[in-house]
């Protein structure tokens, strides 16, 4: 037994739903496409940093060897823009994540060299938790924080330098150099130098030092020493921090610059959108990158609703390696150990991947560099996001297609199934009379097929029911021939005493067989008189109060009582045939009535329809016997001792006069069950 009622139209609905496994298995399509999209990036980018390092192997002018690959050089970055002098980081904000750290949490520094056309800029934040400034107005006093810069001139002679602020503000560096007079004492003397400017500022802890230098004036090293003289108490000792250790003084570090050739090469190399490519020297240190990770993609839109489902695409990314001096990612350690490989990596906002790909470069059989070629995987998203928003698109208008197409196919085979529901509940009365001929279908599919079965199973019906019908009226005709012969041959004879008793019995068997063929016919002369019977307006209270006066009399041991409200109840029936009807129900009402009850007959009206009732005490209705009780030839008497036959016929009459007033007849037993009620009810008056 099914839990929930569902019609073909919503059956054919739920399959419909198979239709949404065309997205899954385009789905996982695009997955696979995907997958051997990035495939294929990651193989194009392999090719890319192989052709890379190809171009710049055996140019050992452009990488030269570092054998310290530990020393702790200065990476200069390239500046789009000049540095505005004024001690504070908002000029150095794109390379600030890319200072070298320098010290310990107590006393440390953080160091970012940069090169804007011909200077030289440098900045450094310092953490010092008690600044102390100059306290003596002697000009090469150094009893302050101070910063020693060294380096090398383009003559090769090394240079010290010193900013020692008695303030916040404009620093003049200055050199101290050893004089000798004429008796050959040693004097040292202060020289301002005016080409180099610097600025300190303050900090939330500590101080920033901005310092600008002409590139002519540096060679290829260069070095600073931060001096913490504390608060110059005793007991607590100086502290200096250097940029290449504590050998700072005589030996600075080296300056790692961007080579403008071998950008040249690789720009001219792969200029391709969206890559970039760096040069990397056996140390990580950047020595040329180029092309950015940003792609111009045009925008595709997409509404609120694939919004929600498609994946989202970054088109502002964070570029987590922009300004980066030296690389030691997993890639570069692998290709600086003479491998070529691949990788991947999200952005730290976690809106995109980037694929790169790096390998070698070879000079005399060593590693001399790298190169690490760069490319996000936004052009694979968004050939994904288009391929699965054309998918969505495509499959939403065949499901809509395929459910409209579904929804019209059920509907009108709903329809025609209801239509044929219809017509086989009307074809035939609770009776089981077929009232009118069944639509024959002339499809050649299976409800075609089932209402021509249909048909033909009401048309053999049909024909049963008026061969029960007519066959009262056939076998009145038959029997009465013979009955005349009998009673003719009877009248004929002449009885002694020894055979009167037999011949008695016989007249009286003749007689009952005249009284059956008369109840027989009596079926037939009703259709007769119902064809012609003309309705005239009739009071039905006293019609029925004059019938009830003679069933009394023609029923002297029952007791008939008449219930009725005394108003006037005037409608068009047929006299004759009510009484007929009437007399029908009382007849079996007094059979099967006890003899100490009375038959009680009712009139009762509303303002839509009126109704009689008869009422006898006695034996109930069998169970399920309510709806063939008025059909033809049905009786339900026990006792068949009685002189006269019952063909079942009565309460068949009273439902075909019922019927023609049209009236409805119903019989149902009593609430305690001591009797039957049999009522008939008739609309309101009409002509």
């Not at 504390?230 to 050998?247: H, K, R, Y």
């Not at 790692?256 to 040069?279: A, H, T």
């Not at 009375?598 to 009689?612: C, E, K, N, T």
Request: glycine residues 6%.
């Amino acid at each position: 037994m099914e839990l929930i009622n569902l019609t073909i139209r919503k059956k054919l609905l739920l399959i419909s739903l198979v239709v949404l496994a065309i997205p899954y298995i385009g789905f996982e399509y695009i997955r696979e496409l995907e997958r051997y999209l990035r495939d294929s990036l990651e193989t194009a980018l392999l090719d890319a940093a192989r052709g890379g390092s190809t171009l710049l192997q055996q140019r050992e002018e452009l990488l030269p060897l570092q054998v310290d690959a530990g020393e702790k050089s200065i990476y200069v970055h390239t500046l789009e823009h000049p540095i505005q002098m004024d001690g504070y980081t908002h000029d150095w904000s794109t390379d600030l994540d890319w200072a070298e750290v320098y010290g310990n949490e107590t006393f440390s520094f953080r160091l970012l060299a940069g090169r804007y056309q011909r200077y030289f800029y440098l900045l450094l934040q310092v953490r010092d938790e008690h600044v102390v400034y100059k306290k003596s107005g002697v000009p090469g006093a150094l009893d302050n924080d101070h910063i020693q810069l060294i380096f090398y001139d383009n003559n090769a002679e090394l240079n010290h330098l010193y900013l020692s602020p008695s303030a916040p503000g404009s620093i003049r560096p200055f050199r101290i150099a050893t004089i000798y007079d004429e008796y050959g004492m040693e004097n040292q003397s202060v020289q301002y130098i005016t080409n180099i400017t610097a600025e300190w500022q303050p900090a939330a802890v500590g101080y920033n030092v901005e310092i600008a230098l002409p590139s002519s004036l540096i060679g290829e090293r260069l070095g600073l020493i931060v001096n913490n003289v504390g608060d110059v108490q005793p007991g607590i000792p100086s502290n200096s921090l250097g940029t290449a250790g504590e050998n700072t003084e005589k030996n600075p570090g080296r300056l790692v610059r961007s080579s403008p050739e071998i950008k040249r090469i690789i720009k001219n190399y792969d200029n391709s959108e969206g890559r970039r490519l760096w040069v990397l020297d056996n140390s990580g240190r950047v020595l040329a990158n180029s092309g950015s990770l940003e792609r111009e993609s045009a925008h595709v839109p997409v509404n609120i609703v694939y919004s929600l489902v498609l994946p989202s695409i970054s088109r502002r990314i964070k570029d987590d390696l922009a300004g980066a001096s030296r690389l030691q990612s997993n890639e570069v350690l692998s290709a600086l150990s003479g491998k070529t490989v691949s990788g991947w990596r999200s952005y730290p906002d976690g809106n995109g991947i980037v694929v790169s790909a790096a390998a070698p470069i070879w000079i005399n059989e060593t590693v001399h560099g790298v190169v690490l070629v760069e490319e996000t995987t936004s052009s694979i998203q968004l050939q994904q996001r288009q391929a699965m928003a054309s998918l969505l698109n495509k499959t939403l208008f065949v499901f809509i297609f395929v459910v409209l197409i579904l929804l019209l196919f059920a509907t009108r085979l709903s329809m025609r199934i209801r239509k044929l529901s219809n017509e086989a509940r009307t074809a035939i009365d609770e009776h089981g009379r077929v009232l009118k001929p069944f639509a024959v279908s002339k499809r050649k599919d299976e409800i075609g097929e089932l209402s021509r079965n249909y048909a033909a199973m009401l048309g053999r019906l049909r024909e049963y029911n008026d061969y029960l019908e007519k066959m009262a009226g056939r076998l009145s005709h038959e029997i009465r021939t013979p009955i005349t012969v009998v009673q003719s041959s009877l009248d004929h004879l002449q009885p002694d005493e020894h055979s009167r008793p037999y011949l008695q019995r016989a007249r009286e068997g003749v007689e009952r067989l005249q009284l059956l063929v008369s109840r027989l016919s009596e079926a037939t002369r009703l259709e007769q008189a119902l064809q012609s019977a003309e309705k005239i307006d009739t009071d039905i209270g006293k019609l029925l109060n004059s019938c009830v006066s003679g069933y009394q009399t023609a029923y002297p041991l029952n007791r008939f009582i008449f219930e009725g409200d005394g108003e006037i109840i005037k409608e068009f029936i047929v006299p004759d045939l009510f009484v007929q009807m009437l007399d029908k129900l009382v007849a079996n009402a007094v059979d099967f009535s006890a003899s100490d009850k009375p038959v009680r007959i009712g009139l009762q009206h509303d303002a839509a329809s009126w109704s009689i009732y008869v009422i006898n005490y006695g034996p109930g209705l069998p169970a399920s016997m309510d709806r063939q009780l008025f059909n033809s030839m049905i009786s339900i008497r026990r006792d068949k001792t009685g002189s006269e036959p019952h063909l079942g016929l009565g309460l068949y009459i009273v439902r075909q006069i019922a019927e023609f007033h049209k009236g409805e007849i119903s019989a149902n037993n009593l609430a305690d069950r001591t009797g039957v009620k049999f009522t008939i009810r008739f609309p309101g008056k009409s002509p």
